[in-house]
């Protein structure tokens, strides 16, 4: 069965960014970036949503572009604008049904987020594991790892902590 894997920093009290998408308390260097590099290299595929897309415009990500040139893309958003040579794929609706195709060609998927996709695939049994950089920040608010979900349960596999003070956390959820 295929995997969604939802692969995200995210502080101590659930934040996986601070107000107004500010991320500057996450280190982005060390063995946990590493590792995370390492992860990326082995998705196929990559789902999310059109803020997370559009994040990447401030870091000089061509609209239409994939951020990442070795995964197909899916960008699930009824209102995002892009080129018609865009080289990334957009669900304007049906994004379950979209998720499920690029599920079927793919034996991993990964969730790059934002905290709303990841409630709504959640909410609807999509997301199969949760890979967490917990980093020793406390945010106090911004964008939740989760919005608007329901409740689930998840059975941690593995945690491993690095000396930076971030903890890897590897879940299967459901």
């Known amino acids: 069965m295929p995997s969604l894997i939802y692969d995200v920093a995210v502080s101590i009290d659930g934040y996986i960014a601070g107000p107004n998408g500010d991320i500057s308390g996450f280190p982005m260097e060390g063995p946990h970036a ?6 990326l290299s082995d998705y196929p595929a990559v789902i999310m949503g059109k803020n997370t897309y559009e994040f990447g415009y401030a870091y ?21 604008a892009l080129p018609e040579s865009s080289e990334v794929t957009v669900a304007r609706n049906g994004w379950l049904k979209a998720l499920d195709a690029l599920m079927a060609r793919h034996p991993s998927v990964y969730l ?35 919005a608007g979900c ?13 000396e930076n003070g971030v903890v890897y956390q590897h879940y299967r959820i459901g």
């Open 60 to 80: 000089g990500l061509p609209a239409g572009a994939r951020p990442y040139p070795h995964m197909e893309h899916l960008i699930c958003s009824s209102s995002i």
């Open 34 to 39: 590493e590792a995370y590099a390492a992860r």
């Open 150 to 162: 329901a409740a689930a349960k998840a059975r941690l596999l593995s945690a491993e902590p690095y």
């Open 112 to 146: 790059c987020g934002g905290g709303m996709l990841a409630g709504f695939l959640l909410a609807n049994g999509r997301i199969t594991e949760l890979r967490l950089k917990r980093v020793p920040i406390v945010l106090g608010q911004g964008t939740p790892l989760f």
